[in-house]
């Protein structure tokens, strides 16, 4: 397995691709600057882990997901609601995970199956099979060949990571992960997140576009293009289906960032502006800054948005209305 080389072609179809979602990824420099939209991204972040986790039939919905995620009560199934924590916390974990690191892989693993699965964090000791019904579809590489097959696989992402694009690089690396299925359980949901842990160390957007929830959308298809793969012996459908997924995803999240910055308006931003790397300032003071008489149309216009949006926090927030109340930028 010396120098193995994971078998595609690059198409036409993929070069395309590859084009549009740069060209979207362009039409995204405000969705950069995150700190001005952190309910989208808050959502977007919230929306991954639902889709992934529905996509292994976690039977929560989206609102129960938020609500675990901010820490209310759900009543429901307690495994269900454990994926959902474990989820949450290795998504968190994105930007300190090294993509090329075995290492880092099963603690990831060991996060996203806490309390779930027996050997957690662990590669799989016993012979595993893909099903659909009870027609078995693809057989796993045997227990004792995953150690060579992930660092192979491993070696060859690190060869490649500046001869390959990181989209089909990164996807590629997917289609591979789930042939070899080097977990027990919990395969899918970790791949899709190291694919944005991949991603997002050549474009920090992808942090938070929900690819996720796009695959959800065409789960059959998902699950269609990784079986001819498995028949053909190469990943290269599965490769342009994936960036199919990233394209059209992009496109949902250019019209979310549309509406997010008519929502942050003209004058949260002028507020933001004011408030910048200064320490936290009461009402009166923020109102001479800005030049402003009114304090109805101050809180209309620029207090409340901002504090719905999180974008400025009370000092004391306890007792919103106290007279010594000051704002600041976290």
């Known amino acids: 397995m010396n120098n193995y080389v994971p078998p595609f072609e690059i198409t036409n179809t993929m070069l395309d691709l590859v084009s549009s979602i740069m060209k979207k990824i362009g039409k995204l420099e405000n969705y950069k600057d995150l700190n001005k939209m952190p309910i989208l991204r808050r959502n977007n972040r919230i929306h991954s882990i639902h889709s992934s986790l529905a996509i292994e039939d976690n039977s929560l919905s989206f609102k129960e997901v938020?609500?675990?995620?901010?820490?209310?009560?759900?009543?429901?199934d307690?495994?269900?609601?454990?994926?959902?924590?474990?989820?949450?916390?290795?998504?968190?974990?994105m930007s300190e995970i090294n993509p090329y690191s075995i290492k880092d892989l099963k603690k990831i693993h060991g996060v996203?199956?806490?309390?779930?699965?027996?050997?957690?964090?662990?590669?799989?000791?016993?012979?595993?099979?893909?099903?659909n019904g009870d027609v078995c579809i693809h057989v796993c590489p045997k227990p004792e060949m995953i150690n060579t097959l992930m660092t192979e696989l491993f070696n060859w992402l690190k060869e490649?990571?500046?001869?390959?694009?990181?989209?089909?690089?990164?996807?590629?690396?997917?289609?591979e992960f789930v042939f070899i299925h080097p977990f027990s359980d919990g395969n899918g949901r970790t791949v899709r997140l190291w694919q944005n842990i991949l991603l997002s160390k050549w474009e920090d957007i992808f942090?938070?576009?929900?690819?996720?929830?796009q695959i959800k959308e065409y789960q059959?298809?998902?699950?269609?293009?990784?079986?001819?793969?498995?028949?053909?012996?190469?990943?290269?459908?599965?490769?342009?289906?994936?960036?199919?997924?990233i394209d059209e995803v992009l496109n949902h999240l250019i019209e979310s960032t549309k509406n997010e910055t008519n929502h942050i308006s003209i004058y949260v931003n002028k507020l933001l502006?004011?408030?910048?790397?200064?320490?936290?300032?009461?009402?009166?003071?923020?109102m001479k800054e800005l030049g402003l008489k009114?304090?109805?149309?101050?809180?209309?216009?620029?207090?409340?948005?901002?504090?719905?949006?999180?974008?400025?926090?009370?000092?004391?927030?306890?007792?919103p209305t106290s007279k010594n109340q000051t704002y600041y930028i976290d």
């Open 66 to 76: 938020k609500d675990i995620i901010d820490g209310k009560v759900v009543i429901g």
């Open 78 to 93: 307690q495994k269900e609601i454990q994926e959902v924590k474990n989820a949450y916390k290795a998504y968190e974990m």
């Open 112 to 131: 996203m199956t806490f309390l779930t699965v027996d050997d957690a964090g662990e590669f799989r000791k016993g012979n595993e099979g893909v099903f």
């Open 160 to 175: 490649n990571k500046n001869k390959i694009h990181p989209l089909i690089l990164s996807s590629i690396f997917h289609y």
């Open 207 to 213: 942090a938070y576009v929900p690819i996720e929830s």
């Open 220 to 245: 059959n298809e998902y699950y269609d293009a990784i079986n001819n793969c498995n028949k053909n012996g190469n990943s290269t459908e599965f490769v342009e289906f994936m960036l199919k997924m």
């Open 273 to 286: 502006d004011i408030m910048k790397d200064k320490p936290a300032m009461s009402t009166s003071e923020l």
């Open 294 to 319: 009114s304090r109805l149309s101050f809180r209309q216009n620029y207090l409340e948005p901002a504090l719905q949006n999180g974008l400025i926090k009370m000092t004391n927030p306890d007792k």
